[in-house]
């Protein structure tokens, strides 16, 4: 009990020391309240903020984002992409913004489609200036069920965008067809800036119902996407596929976590590449125990190393990760301590080596805090995080880590 003691004492005085003299925080002031942050960065540097913002008087809801201005560190004024009275608007499945390597940018973003509690399509629109207009929206996925789409991830590829998502049309669809087996399903569709559907193709038939799934593009061009599987014996462990020469691979398993579990956990992997190299991070709850793991590459073809298990007290995940290089990565989750919530930053070397951590700011167990986020500048000299304050009222907050903080 004493140890424990000295331990969060301990925890308490670096935790108010890191906050003021690692942590840069950056003011958003964005108008009205603001959630579901996601940041996105350009080939040419640019750094993207998108969220957001509902407005319950109206029951309308708005997709914005934001650039980071790096002379004077702020965010600049919000610009709309999109408003919508049926947006789906939801804690762990939130928008992206993507850019290709000249003025387009693409979003998506979520929409019912029916009555239905679980019933919204996957909308794309396309800027082809910058974010000053946008297209018309069009539905990401080629099917006209009333059920659960969602959970996507897009990258930029040669030809436009690739996106993978979770698609729930097998629900409906084997109520027609009893050979068809109502379980979520992993699929990959490639679009253009245009809009045009290029390709749609699917990746695994039976996955987790509403974990995050995370996409990453290694310099050969080899996409590969992680996501949580879901077993015949509901064993919902890591898997991975990468798609090379127009063709996903078979679904492998990162590790076997052999994590038994009758309901979805929501609680998604993170995956980042540098060149050739890729790392990804998760959570899971085995052994009885929650837990972090990290795992490198330097082949996506060859598989994975053995996992590192993160040093936490008590994490339940909301992962996210972003290679310096071939052998560091910063990881960001949520750890529990003293029954109170804190985003936390860490950098795992592909060793297994754990530097000192750094705490960014107290949060919260509860969904309305939502998914910390990190990406990196264009030197991977700073790490870029933003995450949802849920007090009062909704609030997005970001900040800037100088990375070599992990390295003195």
Request: proline share 3%.
């Amino acid at each position: 009990m004493i140890r424990y003691f000295i331990a969060s004492i301990v925890f308490i005085v670096l935790y108010s020391c890191n906050r003021t003299k690692d942590i840069d925080h950056i003011s958003t002031n964005f108008p009205g309240e603001a959630s579901e942050p996601n940041l996105h960065l350009s080939n040419s540097g640019n750094i993207y903020l998108s969220y957001i913002s509902s407005n319950p008087d109206k029951k309308e809801s708005s997709l914005l984002f934001s650039m980071f201005d790096n002379l004077n560190y702020s965010w600049n004024k919000p610009n709309l992409i999109v408003e919508s009275d049926k947006m789906f608007v939801n804690w762990a499945d939130f928008p992206e913004i993507t850019t290709d390597n000249l003025n387009g940018i693409t979003a998506h973003y979520l929409e019912m489609s029916s009555e239905k509690k679980y019933s919204y399509d996957i909308k794309i629109v396309n800027s082809t200036d910058q974010g000053f207009n946008w297209s018309n929206p069009l539905k990401l996925h080629s099917d006209n069920t009333k059920t659960e789409h969602g959970f996507v991830s897009t990258i930029n590829t040669k030809n436009g965008f690739l996106s993978t998502y979770l698609d729930g049309r097998q629900n409906e669809l084997s109520n027609q067809d009893k050979s068809i087996r109502p379980q979520m399903t992993l699929r990959g569709t490639s679009y253009s800036i245009d809009g045009n559907i290029l390709e749609d193709l699917l990746i695994d038939d039976r996955v987790c119902d509403c974990c995050q799934t995370d996409l990453a593009i290694t310099e050969n061009g080899e996409s590969i996407v992680v996501y949580r599987n879901r077993s015949e014996d509901e064993v919902r462990d890591i898997y991975y596929s990468y798609k090379k020469d127009s063709k996903w691979s078979k679904p492998i398993n990162i590790f076997n976590d052999n994590w038994e579990i009758s309901g979805c956990p929501v609680n998604g992997p993170a995956i980042s590449t540098y060149k050739n190299n890729s790392a990804v991070v998760w959570y899971t709850f085995s052994k009885n125990k929650n837990q972090i793991k990290v795992v490198f590459t330097d082949n996506i073809s060859d598989g994975f190393q053995q996992p590192i298990l993160v040093e936490a007290n008590d994490p339940i995940g909301r992962v996210d990760i972003e290679l310096l290089d071939p052998n560091n990565a910063i990881i960001s989750f949520i750890d529990i301590i003293d029954d109170k919530a804190y985003i936390k930053l860490q950098m795992i070397t592909k060793e297994g080596g754990q530097t000192k951590l750094l705490l960014i700011d107290e949060s919260s167990e509860n969904r309305s805090s939502g998914f910390p986020v990190i990406t990196l500048n264009k030197e991977k000299s700073n790490t870029i995080i933003a995450w949802t304050e849920s007090k009062e009222n909704f609030k997005i907050k970001t900040a800037i880590v100088d990375n070599s903080f992990f390295f003195n």
